[in-house]
């Protein structure tokens, strides 16, 4: 078909001129209707019509490019048109009427078709030589063609599903109020298409697809021949549609980017799309260099997976496949960009890493697909590139912006993961040290161990851990070189400050545009050896932050499970102690920990312990979970290892293991039996003990490993209903003609026995019975077994019948206590019977007496108690003749002494005590003389276990023991630590049972063992007044508070407080009077308010007021040397940190700008209503402060003055603490005194200045460093000011300046900071921080710049003068550098222009 009979469906001769002139009039941006009879010709015009002009004008374009060498050839196509009365001006017309059909929203199937179609005629001819100067060409025309398959491609739910898959990429702050007209824009036109919504068939959507592919083509071939140099608009455009169309459909297969021979080829349409991009780098389409910018500008927002609209930030895409798989295709494109051009693309490169860095979010799922990319890219870059890209990465990892340091850390290990890279590659010298995998893991990854944000903290000992697992033996090496003490010291660069930069080598930052790059650099370094490491790393498992302490306890396991650290009890009890630690989620962590250590290393024998330690007791855990882990643990360690024992077969590993375990627990863990009986008691309700697993645990009884066998199934007997009784029996035998069976194994076997008692016959039972007795009465047994072996032979005289039991208690039990008795009186009644006493003879004979009469009270006379008595006495005439007893009030130690050795009379006391148990009048004649011990008893062991007998009676005779709960209580300041101890433990057990109660000073005395001069009892104490006490009495702190102020002064003066009896003794002995318990004190007020609640607090505030200031203020009580002490010590407390509303206090804590970025959406919103509770408080608390502090406060300043007293001092203290909350309204608080309004607002004032002064000594000191000098942090209106990002600036990114007075370190290094900081104060520069001025002078320069010093403005190649889509430029921005010649430099010494930088707001710098 010729080109006019093809044109024919168009009815070009039939429209009207004046129509096409008003057409071209509008610029094509509205479309023209024409007479109804014109659009119904035209509306039947169909794809064939379309199709047949399009391969007709293609046909033309071939045969052009063909004959292109002969003359007129290229008039060919618009003659024949102008011959045959064509006008180029309708056709244009017509085509875009279908074209602006085909883009309205309404547009049916057809419409869209059409549409697609006039638009590829409209290319097609746009690309034929000549069309522009037959007037084809239109800008508008060609941007809406380019742009119709965005309108004609229906969207699935259009605008509603962009609200629904589009995330805000960023976290930092409230959004503006443009933006929230935009946002309200977007849901009408939602709604609007909503109810225009057309739906669309399956055939519909492929005639769409084919015209869409038809169009791309067309506007490929167009590129291939038109050239868009002078049209950068279009350029730019066109960049924008091909990334777009990289999301039209997924790609089957795997992408070819090289050029094709023919389009039609080309098989989807983002393949289309990603050669259209590489099109548009070609030099005839403009410059190559601009060109790339903005492609790889399009492509950053795929590799981010980010959708960047004209307006607002970036928004998240949903992760799914088809966008993963675009965003992939896009890395591998810009692979292909740098292999094809080389140097003109690396510098791009460049700049794309970075701001895929810079742009990053902080979803964890976006870091990771984001840290693959840049090792991709990375790869394709030569030795001395990748070398800047780290160096540039080095200086980003301490970016003030959290997600930044986190950011980094991701890239950090995609980046170990690529081969090492020699330094010999790189030839530049200074950029070879960037190289290695070393400087990768000691200055980038393991420097944010002490990052002050939590997150990045626990992220970096994470990857830490995860080194250790990489095959490279270089990461491995660097990572023993930290913790390693072969080396002496481990350079590492950049570590001490977060706004610091410390390297060998002169850094670089780079600076996204609009920001000029300037150089920075320190002298400051730092050498860190293997023990701070280490130390360091246990710090972090303690930290107050939960996502550390998993981090750490994971990078620990991995340094222990790789032999980096010793394999030392204190690291490995870490690991154990965790799992009882405060969160969930660590004890879950430290349970995981272990058994990957107990897996790496089952044979080693501390690893085993440090594994008990940790998961058995973590059985009565209070959260399900835990417990549910751990006896998942044991299950799978432990019992699912008991198999059929043989001879003959060798045990693996794993029962090796299982059965080492079982004898750690029989022998040096027996502690932790309570725990692990648990542990059955919760399987035996599961129905975990099969007959089979019986059977394989018995037949471990006669094994080398026999203890733990036994252990086992002393357990699991008795919820065993079926047992096989006569192994039992047969064991049972050999143990009683055995003479080399442990203590552990017959208490375990003793306890088996008791558990099948009545399983057995009659006769079987009296043959164990006097097996039992036998063992018994010849005393041969250890304490244990002897204990063991009465408690199973209760277990075989037990029966349904009472008083048959109890008669053969009386019976058996009887006897032995017959037979202790007439023991114990040939030793004391004899003459020369102490002379030939066997020590531990005579403790058996007292042990088993006390077990024995346990059982048989009525079996125990006078004569017994006697005798045991004497054991402590040796008045061993009362037994001979009947004469008066002993006077009561008398203590053991005060009888006449006797030749019996301590421990005989320690456990003569014991004995003592089991008979007062059973007998009250006992109890009533003994407790005076156990308290008159404890007071002046000498000997430890018998006080300690007197300290034991009276709580153990307490709890069966608690009205008479009560009396003597203040005696008990005293042992809280003994001497000996242990009795300290064992005291406290006591006392603690009572008060949970309310046995005792909080009655007179037994608060007091608790308080007084927070500051146990040994931690340990320190810390126990802490543990069971928080997580024991406390809980059962939330008010108990809050009621004794007051209290404690005049206990621990020793005041008593006060007509309510301080008046419990006490004996100048005890007074002495608890008392914290004097400045040098000062300290003791303070701990103890603090942890008392640690503990309190918002209301609390604020009812404890006016109860000091009511009760001590106004009884000052009305001089109730006297204003003496001790009342002085008391009030100047209440000023004290009231200006304690802790003594503020958590409510009001809590919102200014944490650094600025960290954690909105590492908090929810859910946390944030938590965060508005604090904000709005704290007002509401902050209310509350400031009119009960005007009403009821600020009268006394100016009573008794007056008063205070007329006295001329010292505590004035602590009373303005005291204000100037408190008024920092109301500052600005210090007249209004104080409007009836106006003088001391004016001294609180001078004293505010100053101590400001005083802060501002430590502050600016804390980061600057003044140095004579001449080499490298540096500028001070610029501040607001300084000249480097920071600008907000152009919305199109693609250049190198600024990194965020951190805030110099953030800590670096969290708290708990900050005792460490402030001694580095002393040591090192030489070697720190005033910071502009991260900045070194060289290579070029300064004309408008930071405050603190000294005069003279050079700038170099350009990052590498001069990167930085690359401006942004909007055409700023640099030179016109009154906010950055500026240089001047080398040769104006000013010669001299360099001065200092320090200045305050509220001068510098009031007149411009001068140079």
């Known amino acids: 078909m010729d080109l006019i009979s093809a044109l024919h469906f168009l009815k070009l001769k039939e429209i009207p001129e004046a129509w096409v002139d008003e057409v071209w009039d509008l610029e094509f941006t509205e479309r023209k209707p024409l007479d109804d009879a014109t659009e119904e010709e035209l509306a039947v015009s169909g794809d064939k019509a379309f199709r047949a002009l399009y391969q007709c004008l293609l046909a ?32 244009v017309a017509v085509l875009s009427f279908f074209i602006l059909a085909g883009k309205a929203k309404a547009a049916n199937v057809q419409q869209r078709v059409s549409g697609l179609h006039a638009a590829s005629i409209y290319l097609l001819l746009l690309g034929i030589p000549g069309s522009i100067a037959n007037k084809v060409f239109h800008e508008v025309l060609l941007d809406t063609c380019a742009d119709l398959t965005s309108h004609c491609w229906p969207q699935d739910s ?62 490929l071939r167009l590129l291939e021949t038109f050239q868009l140099k002078d049209r950068p608009q279009s350029t730019s455009n066109c960049m924008q549609i091909f990334s777009k169309l990289l999301y039209f459909e997924p790609v089957i297969g795997e992408l070819s980017f090289a050029a094709p021979r023919d389009i039609t080829k080309l098989r989807s349409v983002p393949e289309m799309a990603f050669y259209g991009l590489q099109l548009l780098c070609s030099p005839k389409h403009g410059d190559q260099k601009e060109s790339l ?37 896009a890395v591998h494109f810009v692979c292909h960009l740098v292999n094809e051009l080389k140097e003109i693309a690396l510098p791009f490169l460049q700049i794309l890493l970075q701001h895929i860095c810079f742009q990053m979010v902080e979803k964890s799922e976006y870091r990771s697909h984001g840290a693959q990319a840049v090792a991709m890219l990375t790869s394709q870059m030569e030795s001395q590139d990748y070398a800047c890209f ?73 990857c830490l851990a995860q080194c250790l697992e990489l095959p490279s033996f270089n990461v491995t090496r660097a990572v023993h070189n930290l913790f390693s003490s072969t080396e002496t010291h481990t350079v590492l660069e950049g570590e001490i400050t977060e706004g610091s930069v410390s390297s060998q080598q002169t850094q670089k930052t780079y600076r996204t545009l609009p920001f000029r790059t300037v150089e920075l650099s320190t002298t400051d370094g730092s050498l860190c050896d293997a023990k701070e490491n280490l130390a360091l790393l246990l710090r972090r498992v303690e930290d107050s932050k939960t996502n550390v302490r998993k981090s750490a306890l994971q990078a620990l396991v ?22 009882r630690d405060s969160a969930v989620s660590v004890k879950k962590k430290a349970l995981q920990c272990l058994g990957e250590l107990l897996a790496a290393k089952p044979e080693c024998n501390m690893v085993q312990r440090a594994w008990l330690q940790g998961v058995v007791p973590a059985v009565v855990d209070s959260e399900n979970t835990v417990q549910d882990k751990a006896l998942e643990a044991l299950d799978q360690v432990l019992l699912s290892q008991v198999k059929q024992y043989s001879a003959s077969r060798h045990l693996d590993a794993s029962q090796r293991l299982t059965w080492d375990l079982l004898g750690l627990l029989c022998h040096e863990c027996q502690n932790l039996s309570r725990y692990f009986s648990r542990a059955f008691t919760i399987w035996s309700k599961q129905n975990k003990f099969t007959p089979s697993f019986i059977t394989n645990l018995i037949s471990h009884t006669e094994a080398d490993h026999a203890a733990g066998a036994w252990l086992l199934l002393s357990k699991v007997v008795a919820s065993s209903p079926k047992l096989p009784y ?71 005289g037990r029966s349904e019948d009472i008083k048959q039991t109890q008669a053969f208690l009386n019976q058996h039990c009887g006897e032995l206590v017959s037979i202790c008795e007439a023991y114990l009186a040939s030793i004391i009644l004899s003459e020369k019977g102490a002379e030939n006493l066997n020590e531990e003879l005579m403790v058996k004979h007292l042990h088993t007496l006390g077990v ?88 430890v062991a018998v006080r300690n276990n007197v300290v034991v007998i009276m709580c153990d009676l307490c709890v069966r005779y608690t009205n008479i023991v009560d009396h003597y709960i203040p005696n008990i209580s005293t042992c809280l300041r003994d001497n000996e630590a242990v009795i300290r101890e064992q005291t406290l433990i006591m006392l603690t057990n009572l008060l949970q049972e309310e046995f005792v109660k909080w009655k007179g000073s037994l608060f007091f005395r608790f308080m007084v063992a927070l500051v146990d001069p040994v931690p340990a009892i320190a810390s126990l104490c802490e543990y069971c007044l928080v997580h024991l006490l406390l809980k059962k009495n939330p008010e108990m702190f809050s009621m004794h508070f007051i209290e404690c102020i005049f206990h621990f002064n020793s005041y008593n003066k006060h007509k309510s407080y301080n008046k419990f009896p006490q004996s100048e003794r005890e007074k002495v002995s608890f008392s914290l009077k004097g400045a040098h318990h000062h300290d003791k004190r303070f701990r103890i007020y603090r942890f008392l308010l640690e503990h309190f609640t918002d209301t609390q607090r604020f009812n404890i505030t006016n109860k000091i007021n009511q009760t001590i200031l106004a009884c000052f203020a009305d001089e109730e009580l006297p204003l003496d040397a001790d009342g002085a002490a008391i009030l100047s010590e209440t000023f004290k407390i009231l200006s304690l940190k802790e003594m503020k509303l958590q409510a009001i206090s809590a919102g200014a804590g944490g650094a600025a700008g960290e954690e909105p970025e590492e908090e929810n959406m859910a946390n944030m919103a938590k965060a508005v209503l604090q904000a709005a509770q704290k007002k509401v408080v902050s209310q509350v608390q400031k009119k009960a402060f005007i009403e009821n502090t600020v009268p006394l406060i100016i009573s008794l300043k007056s008063l205070l003055e007329q006295k001329r007293s010292p505590v004035l001092r602590d009373l303005m203290a005291y204000l100037q603490v408190t008024m920092q909350d109301y500052r600005n309204e210090v007249k209004e608080c104080f409007s009836g005194d106006e003088q001391l309004a004016a001294e609180v607002e001078f004293a505010l004032k100053t101590a400001e200045k005083e802060r501002e002064m430590e502050e600016q000594l804390e980061n600057c000191s003044l140095t004579g460093d001449s080499r490298i000098p540096t500028a001070q942090r610029s501040v607001q209106g300084s000249p480097v000011r920071i600008r907000p990002l152009l919305p199109y600036s693609f250049a190198t990114p600024q990194v965020p300046r951190p805030n110099p007075l953030s800590a670096r370190l969290t708290n708990t290094d900050s005792r460490v900071r ?94």
């Open 558 to 579: 991995g340094l222990l499970k790789h032999a980096v650290i010793p394999m030392s009890w204190e690291n490995l009890s870490t690991l154990s102690e965790r799992c």
């Open 726 to 796: 006569g192994k039992i029996l047969d064991a049972w035998d050999s143990m009683i003609s055995s003479k080399d069976v442990t203590v552990t194994t017959c208490c375990h076997i003793l306890s088996v026995m008791g558990d099948i008692a009545a399983h057995l016959n009659e006769d079987t039972k009296d043959r164990i019975v006097n097996d039992l007795m036998c063992w018994l009465k010849g005393f041969t047994l250890s304490l244990e077994v002897i204990s063991a072996a009465v408690e199973t032979l209760l277990q075989f």
């Open 158 to 219: 259009g605008k509603k599903r962009k609200k629904d898959g589009l995330k805000s990429s960023q976290t930092e702050g409230k959004r503006s109020k443009p933006q929230r007209k935009d946002t309200e824009m977007e849901v009408d036109e939602a709604e609007e298409e909503e109810e225009e919504e057309l739906h669309f068939s399956g055939q519909d959507l492929m005639k769409i697809r084919d015209a869409v592919v038809l169009l791309v083509q067309s506007l």
């Open 390 to 462: 780290i160096k540039w990465l080095s200086n980003f990892s301490r970016s003030s912006k959290m997600v930044h340091r986190l950011f980094s850390i991701d890239v950090v290990m995609v980046l170990l993961e690529q081969p090492e890279r020699q330094p010999e590659e790189c030839q530049d010298p200074e950029l070879a040290c960037f190289l290695p995998h070393k400087f990768l893991i000691q200055s980038l990854l393991f420097a944010r161990r002490m990052d002050n944000s939590p997150t990045v903290q626990g992220h970096a000992l994470t």
């Open 293 to 329: 910018r903005r492609v790889f500008h399009q492509l950053l927002y795929v590799i981010l997976m980010m959708n960047k609209g004209n307006r607002g930030k970036p928004s998240l895409l949903v992760t799914s496949q088809a966008i993963l798989s675009t965003r992939d295709q």
């Open 1314 to 1407: 402030r001694s580095r900081r002393e040591e090192h104060v030489q070697s720190k520069s005033i910071a502009l921080e991260r900045t070194v001025m060289h290579k070029g002078a300064v004309n408008d320069r930071a405050f603190s710049t000294p005069a003279g010093v050079n700038v170099n403005l350009t990052f590498d190649e001069g990167l930085s003068a690359i401006f942004s889509e909007r055409g700023t430029s640099l030179g016109g921005e009154t906010s950055v550098l500026h240089v001047r010649p080398n040769e104006q430099q000013a010669t001299g010494p360099r001065l200092w222009n320090v200045q305050s930088p509220l001068r510098q707001k009031k007149k411009p710098l001068k140079v």
């Open 60 to 91: 033309h374009a071939a045969d052009h490019q063909k004959s292109a060498g002969r003359d007129g050839a290229t008039q060919s196509i618009w003659a024949t048109l102008g011959v045959n009365g064509v006008s180029v001006k309708s056709l």
């Open 852 to 939: 024995a009469s346990l059982h048989c009270p009525s079996r125990v006379g006078k004569r017994t108690v006697l005798l045991v008595e004497s054991v402590l006495t040796t008045h061993s005439d009362k037994l001979a003749g009947n004469q008066e007893e002993l006077p009561a009030s008398l203590p053991l130690s005060q009888f006449k002494t006797n030749s019996l050795s301590t421990k005989v009379r320690a456990h003569g006391v014991i004995t003592l005590g089991k008979l007062c148990l059973q007998h009250e009048e006992l109890v009533q004649k003994y407790l005076p003389v156990f308290a008159r011990e404890l007071e002046v008893g000498t000997e």
